[in-house]
């Protein structure tokens, strides 16, 4: 097999097997425990920009099922696994992520020490990273320098569209799309609720206008303090209409209230992280995706109320705005090919919308 390698900016070098696509890809060095939604985290849009390593041994044994995909395309820069799965099986299996990767012209590499990698970012934290097929060293400096950005624009939708719901139309809802989850419109639709789903752009008096029963601030990738516009836009719908935000529209939800977000040093992204409802008193295990979090004291003098509390390191995972009829995830209750104890939060928001304000 062809050789490929993982430069780190931290100046270790390792080699290994390339799959996918040839060429040289430099992007944020993260990890997923996921043990399984292949095709789902791979389209995932808040991965844009990110090399990602998975922790379980063996990528792709069931393939890819293209009906799964979160997204049109693979939003990864890179993959780095230990070893890939060239024979998968499975009945809805549409191809192998080798194919799928060369289809989607994204870099991988394979057979290298995954478990070393994963304790070096819990240790040092995420850093950036080069995956390439050619002989020739990246540029350190250039690669130390290295920032995502423009990630929101580069996953959001580009035009306006509408998805109905079978049956009846219960609730029209808005969503925004900062690089959002093929889930979280289906987890609408499944309810009853006809979609429209605006670019990232759009002015909060083009969605008032909409006249729509509430607002769904999606997820996506990035640094949600970069989105400036945004934020200022959920500032103007707080208190006019009833509000849901997953991930980065959770944490720029929590901008808008006057709080603020800070990096972690290596982030949750996996399907088993621990949730505790503060209101309620339970525990369920959810998905996420995400390098950045609400600073639960910062809430303080907000109209935000924490709710949500992760129980490996207490990091702020939900709040909710009763002032403004809203409230806000950081993980993900659609989790399609992940746990499904949270999918009650839509129906949550069902409630909302027919209470109204």
């Known amino acids: 097999m062809k050789k490929a390698y993982l430069y780190l900016e931290n100046g270790q070098v390792l080699e290994g097997q390339s799959f996918g696509a040839s060429g040289t890809v430099t992007g944020e060095l993260v990890f997923t425990t996921g043990m399984t939604g292949c095709v789902e985290s791979l389209t995932d849009p808040s991965y844009f920009g990110q090399l990602v390593i998975y922790t379980f041994p063996q990528f792709g044994n069931y393939g890819i099922c293209l009906k799964d995909k979160e997204s049109p395309q693979c939003q ?10 060239q024979e998968p099986s499975n009945f809805r299996c549409d191809q192998s992520v080798d194919a799928f990767l060369k289809d989607q012209n994204v870099v991988g590499i394979a057979g290298v020490d995954t478990r070393m990698l994963t304790q070096m970012i819990r240790d040092k934290g995420v850093m950036n990273a080069v995956i390439t097929t050619e002989e020739t060293p990246p540029d350190m400096e250039a690669l ?47 309810r009853g609720c006809q979609v429209t789903v605006y670019p990232y752009s759009t002015p909060a008096e083009t969605i008032l ?12 990738p990035g640094d949600p303090a970069d989105n400036l516009f945004c ?15 997953i991930c980065l529209g959770h944490q720029m939800m929590a901008l808008a209230a006057g709080a603020r977000t800070t990096k972690l040093k290596f982030g949750h992204r996996g399907a088993n992280q621990p949730v505790k409802d503060l209101v309620e008193g339970k525990v369920s295990i959810t998905s996420q995706n995400h390098g950045y979090a609400v600073d639960a004291a910062s809430l303080e003098g907000t109209e935000g109320v924490l709710r949500f509390v992760n129980v490996n390191d207490g990091t702020c995972e939900g709040v909710d705005y009763p002032a403004y009829h809203a409230f806000s995830l950081q993980f993900h209750p659609e989790a399609h090919g992940g746990p499904l104890d949270c999918q009650t939060a839509f129906d949550r928001f069902t409630e909302t919308m027919k209470e109204g304000l």
Do not use: W
Not at 209 to 220: F, K, R, T, W, Y
């Open 76 to 85: 990864m820069g890179g993959v780095v696994v230990r070893e890939f799965c």
């Open 144 to 190: 130390k320098a290295y920032r995502v950005e423009q990630s929101v624009e580069s996953t959001s939708e580009k035009e306006v569209s509408v998805l109905s719901p079978e049956g009846d139309v219960k609730f029209s809802v808005a969503l925004i799309d900062y690089g959002a989850k093929q889930s979280i419109a289906n987890s609408l639709l499944l």
């Open 209 to 220: 206008a909409g006249g729509h029963d509430g607002v769904m601030l999606s997820n996506g």
């Open 231 to 245: 934020i200022q836009q959920i500032r103007k719908l707080f208190g006019k209409i009833p509000m849901f935000g």
